[in-house]
C-alpha cells in the first residue's frame, strides 16, 4: 500500500544482527500507542491504516477484510490528558465486539488508574494506600466524564468531606510508616521524593477536580463509578485490566509500552514474554500493586533509560538477540517529525509515540489533527505513517548496515 511517496528509514549505525535470521510476524501488526484517551485520533488512525471504513464513526464502526485479518497492537497509555476517555474505550469495546485481534499492552498511565481505583480497598496498607493520590492532576478530566455521562442524579453519598478525604488519601500515619515497608525496594532518595510527591499531588488533585467543576462529593461520586466501570468484575470496562498484557512478541519483535533492563530481558530470554504476562496478570489479580509498580516489571511501562532507571546493558540485549530478538517497539517517549528508530546497545528500537492525542499536541503548539501507526508486515516490511511527516517511513532488516 506504501510503494511511493516513502522515506528510506534505515540507520547510519552498524549492528551486529543476524538479519538472516530474521523472523517476520505470521500476519500483520499494526501498533499504535499513547492514545491518552482521544478517541477521534485514534479513530483516524485506523481509517489511515486502511482497518476500518472511512465511514466508520466513534459509535460506529466497520472493519475492513484488512482489519480483520490484522492483528492490533495497543501500546499503552490509553488513559488520561482527554478529551475523551470513556469513548476510547467504547471505540475498543466495538473493536472486541467485531472479533477484531486486539492485544493490549499496559502502560504506565493504565496502571497507576488501576492501581490507584484499587488501592481505596487498601487503606490500611502502608505499601499501597497512597496509589489513589499517585494517580495525579492529570486524571481529574476522566472523573469529570464519568460525573457528567453516569452521576448527573442526585446525590446518594451521606459522607462528610472530612470522611471523604480519609477514604481517598493517605493519613499521617502512612507517612511515617511508608519509609520502612519500602526501603527493601527503593533507595531513600526515592523513598523521600515518593513522600514529597504524595504530599504535592493530594491538592494538585483536588485543584484539578475543581478546575473541571467537581466538589469533593462530586469526585467520590465519579471514583465509586469509575471503580464499578473498570474494576468490578461485570463493569462495563473490567475486560481492559482483565485482557492487559506486559509483554507481546511477535517473531523477532518484542513489543511493551516503554521498555526493558537487564533481569527482564533474561527472563523473556529463559521464560518467554507469556510466561511474565502470566506472572504480571497474577501480580495484578491478587493486587501486588506495589510489587508491579517499583519492580522490574514497572520498568517496562515506566522506563526511560535514566540513570535512575533499572538499566538495559549489553548483557540484557545480548539475551534478546540469542533468544532471536531483535528488535524493541515502545511508545512512552514522545518525538516530533514521526516515528523514530534508534540503537541501544546493538539492539534496534522502534520509538512509535507522536504525540497524537489532541492535549500533547496542544501543549506542543501542533495545529494539525494527530493520527499515526506503525505497521510490521508479515513480509518483513515496517512502515511507519504520522501526520507529522509528509512520506510513510519504510524499513527492511535486509536494509540494515552490517558490521
Not at 42 to 55: E, I
Not at 243 to 260: D, M, N, P, Q, T
Request: proline fraction near 3%; include cysteine; glycine fraction near 4%.
Amino acid at each position: 500500500m506504501y510503494t511511493a511517496d516513502i522515506i528510506p528509514w534505515t540507520t547510519d549505525e552498524t549492528v551486529h544482527l543476524p538479519v538472516n535470521q530474521w523472523q517476520f510476524p505470521n500476519k500483520d501488526i499494526y501498533f499504535f500507542c499513547d492514545l491518552h484517551a482521544d478517541a477521534a485520533a485514534f479513530l483516524r488512525s485506523l481509517q489511515a491504516s486502511f482497518l476500518v471504513t472511512t465511514d466508520s464513526r466513534l459509535d460506529d464502526i466497520t472493519l475492513t477484510t484488512q482489519g480483520q485479518h490484522a492483528q492490533i497492537v495497543i501500546g499503552g497509555d490509553c488513559f488520561d490528558k482527554g478529551p475523551s476517555n470513556l469513548a476510547l474505550f467504547r471505540l475498543l469495546s466495538l473493536l472486541r465486539e467485531q472479533h477484531a485481534d486486539l492485544v493490549l499492552l499496559a502502560g504506565n498511565h493504565d496502571i497507576r488508574v488501576y492501581a490507584g481505583l484499587s488501592a481505596l480497598d487498601l487503606k490500611q496498607d502502608p505499601f499501597q494506600s497512597h496509589f489513589f493520590t499517585r494517580m495525579g492532576r492529570k486524571t481529574a478530566a476522566l472523573f469529570a466524564e464519568i460525573h457528567r455521562q453516569y452521576c448527573q442524579n442526585e446525590s446518594t453519598i451521606t459522607l462528610d468531606e472530612n470522611e471523604i478525604i480519609d477514604k481517598l488519601f493517605p493519613n499521617e500515619e502512612w507517612f511515617e510508616r511508608f519509609p520502612e515497608h519500602a526501603r527493601s525496594f527503593m533507595t531513600e532518595e526515592k523513598i523521600q521524593k515518593e513522600i514529597k510527591q504524595i504530599r504535592f499531588k493530594q491538592q494538585d488533585f483536588l485543584d484539578a477536580c475543581h478546575k473541571h467543576g467537581l466538589n469533593l462529593i462530586q469526585v467520590y461520586q465519579a471514583v465509586e463509578k469509575a471503580r464499578e466501570l473498570f474494576i468490578d468484575p461485570q463493569g462495563e470496562f473490567s475486560w481492559f485490566f482483565k485482557e492487559i498484557k506486559l509483554l507481546h512478541r511477535s517473531g523477532s519483535y518484542l513489543f511493551c509500552h516503554a521498555g526493558l533492563d537487564d533481569s527482564i530481558a533474561q527472563r523473556v530470554a529463559l521464560e518467554s514474554a507469556d510466561r511474565l504476562n502470566r506472572d504480571f496478570q497474577q501480580q495484578l489479580d491478587h493486587g501486588k500493586l506495589f510489587e508491579i509498580y517499583y519492580s522490574e516489571f514497572g520498568n517496562v511501562f515506566r522506563t526511560k533509560y535514566r540513570a535512575s532507571d533499572k538499566p538495559l546493558t549489553v548483557k540484557g540485549t545480548q539475551a534478546l538477540k540469542q533468544a532471536g530478538i531483535y528488535a524493541l517497539v515502545n511508545g512512552h517517549r514522545s518525538h516530533k517529525n514521526g516515528q523514530q528508530l534508534f540503537i541501544r546497545n546493538g539492539l534496534l528500537n522502534f520509538e512509535c509515540d507522536t504525540q497524537l492525542n489532541e492535549n500533547c499536541r496542544k501543549k506542543n503548539k501542533i495545529s494539525t489533527l494527530g493520527y499515526s501507526s506503525t505497521i510490521f508486515f508479515a513480509n518483513g516490511l515496517v512502515s511507519a505513517m504520522s501526520s507529522d511527516i509528509p512520506k510513510a517511513k519504510m524499513f527492511h532488516p535486509k536494509h540494515l548496515k552490517k558490521a
